[in-house]
């Protein structure tokens, strides 16, 4: 891809002939003009992102279009917000990004969304094509001349770099195709500073994603599950992000209560059935529900869609604990067929997309006469029942700081119930996923894959801006928002008004428990000053940025603050003092066996 010096400067006289005066010659025009004409016509509506000098070119073409552009003040944030509006409006989320720092900005929030498979395309800025190798401001070039597209290549389903501008509106044809198609993820499009001012033929933009029909199952093979799920004696659903990203909930819903089907679920699961459904067990794994470890280990057939039974769901795919397979038979549904026989010995395997797949099941078994239960619904009650007790009391709680439990139950209170709860990593990932009823799919976002710290105080932005008519509430850490509280001022400009609630426990709390649980201390996990905790006035550095900025002081005052929140235009953080509780740990995680205590 190198060129030598005269090569170089040639290309670069052929790239000033092309726009004298700053115009276009006759029948043509500048790409940077009809790619944001493009974005239009594919239908983006937002993008979020970051300036640079690689990038003003597109943003003079934006800022001329219909599309919203949404600047934040860090590209992990933008990177977030595209993947929080892309999981609430069901379309790609878009990012544009300088090149260097902000690409690699950008990195953790890209690779998050890679490892949920949330569909997003990202333009980056790049050097001029003609200085290739030549050390122009800010290459990355150790191993290759114009070599940061290849940071992406662990994460991305594909990366380009657009070396002509003729390949400008195939690549981005290409990128937003692949984003969508299959398992959903990042694309990048990188994109040198002097392609966007490149002259392109009026109308080189013509080409757009063809509709893909997504795979499906056979009649006989939709057959052959639904007969082994009306035989077995303790058969289990097992639904996973897949489901709810297929939007599947409903055709999930009718296959269980035609055979009578407990249904378990992933953390990114959560939401496929009501929680006040009777058949649904819970989340599995590590911060799961006993009910549902052991109705997955008990059982003979498992029904897997839509999930990659990765480590924490499957208590570190240790026997005793969440799955048994074998003796379990694992029929395991999924749109990629890397993922089948990944981590468990499997029956038979199913390349299909979630919805297609549940509904030709639950055709099938409509009329599909199935095994007694005997007292199945009576058993999942009794279960959820007694593990809820373990902690129902401290949904009332006056305690201060408050206990972590009333913190969600004064938020169920405020929510309306299609509102969306978004949440970072730690207790607030792992208590929802485990405690709070979700009852309308797809309103729980989370990050799992990667679980990145700086999720959700971001994320919820993305999610207010696609469903401004619904309520979005980040549930998140002291931590996570102490990482960037730029967020508020990037809320307060684009008059996104959304809610944090801070759960302020002076800590990365979750770390700190486990350090505590097997060396006796938490150092480097708390946040001190002169050997005292030390809090930052979160509520205060909302107002300093004109927002609402609210710091509870008592159990009793979290309620009407969340409420006065939702219904305030104005972005609001409520700062909440909380206890360092841990999250109850039904299942298993292998780490606990490796720590070792020296001297």
Known sequence: MSRNVGEH????????KQSPAGGSASGQRIAAYQLADYLEQLGVDTIFGLCGHTVIAFLDALGKSRIRFISTRHEQVAAHAADGYARASGKPGVLLTHLGPGLTNATTGVANAALDSIPMVVIAGDVPSYYYGRHPHQEVNLHQDADQFEIYRPFCKRIYRVDRPQDLPRTVERAFHLAQSGRPGPVLVDVPMDIFSADLPEGAFQSTPPPVVRPTIDELTAERIVEALATAERPVLYAGGGVLAARASAELTALAEYLEVPVAHTLMGKGCLREDHPLLLGMTGFWGTPIANEKCRAADVIVAIGTRLAEANSSSWDSRFTFSIPPTRLI?????AAE??????TEFGVVADAKHALAAMAAAARQKAHRSRGSLR?????????FAANWDHQWSSNQYPLRPERILAELKRAMPEDGFVVTDVGWNK??????????????????SGLATMGFGPSA???VKVAQPDRAAVALIGDGAFGSNMSVVATA???????VWVVMDNTAFGTIAGLENMHYGWSFGCLFEKDGKPYSVDYAAVARACGA???????????????RGALDSSVPTVIQVPMENAPTPTPGYWNINDIYRCGS
């Open 492 to 498: 307060m400009e684009a008059g996104i008004p959304a």
């Open 9 to 16: 400067n040639s290309s670069a006289v052929a790239i000033l």
């Open 332 to 336: 395991h549904i999924d749109i990629d």
């Open 548 to 562: 609402n900025g609210i710091r509870i002081e008592a159990a009793d005052e979290l309620g009407p603050a969340l």
């Open 378 to 386: 009576q058993e999942i009650a009794r279960g959820r029942a007694e």
């Open 430 to 447: 792992n208590g929802v996923g485990q405690q709070y009823p979700i009852t309308v799919p797809g309103t729980f976002i989370t990050p």
């Open 460 to 462: 919820v932005l993305g």
């Open 340 to 345: 089948i026989g990944r981590n468990y010995p």
